[in-house]
């Protein structure tokens, strides 16, 4: 069974960062592609980065995009996501997601597993 657990969020000030970090258990970790959404209050569940398998393959929404940086460890079976520069824009639950494949894609409805999620919230 797959599991996913993030960490890291929290309270913070504009400009300050922060790193997620998802630990995967399950399948084998280096078959799986993973990505990082997340969703604000009265708002979708909206992409924000994903990884390749073998960490070759990266792709960032706009909007973070030079400001955000996504990583794995496939030793420890963690993916990351440092976040700089932080906005009160990027306040939001933060998800991990798993998909069963070594193709990578910013399709919410192509991951199979996810996370509870880790809240971020940066204040003005």
């Known amino acids: 069974q797959v599991q996913l657990v993030e960490s890291g969020g929290g309270l913070v000030q504009a400009g300050d960062s922060l790193r997620l970090a998802c630990v995967y258990s399950?399948?084998?970790?280096?078959?799986?592609?993973m990505a990082w959404f997340r969703q604000a209050p009265g708002k979708e569940r909206e992409f924000v980065s994903y990884?390749?398998?073998?960490?070759?393959?990266?792709h960032y929404a706009d909007s973070v995009s030079g400001r955000f940086t996504i990583s794995r460890d496939n030793a420890k079976n963690t993916v990351y996501l440092q976040m700089n520069s932080l906005k009160p824009q990027d306040t939001a639950v933060y998800y991990c997601?798993?998909?069963?494949?070594?193709?990578?894609?910013?399709?919410?409805?192509?991951?199979?597993?996810w996370g509870q999620g880790t809240q971020v919230t940066v204040s003005s």
């Open positions: 399950g399948y084998t970790f280096v078959s799986m592609s």
């Open positions: 997601a798993a998909r069963s494949s070594r193709i990578p894609t910013f399709n919410i409805d192509l991951y199979d597993y």
């Open positions: 990884i390749s398998w073998g960490n070759i393959n990266t």
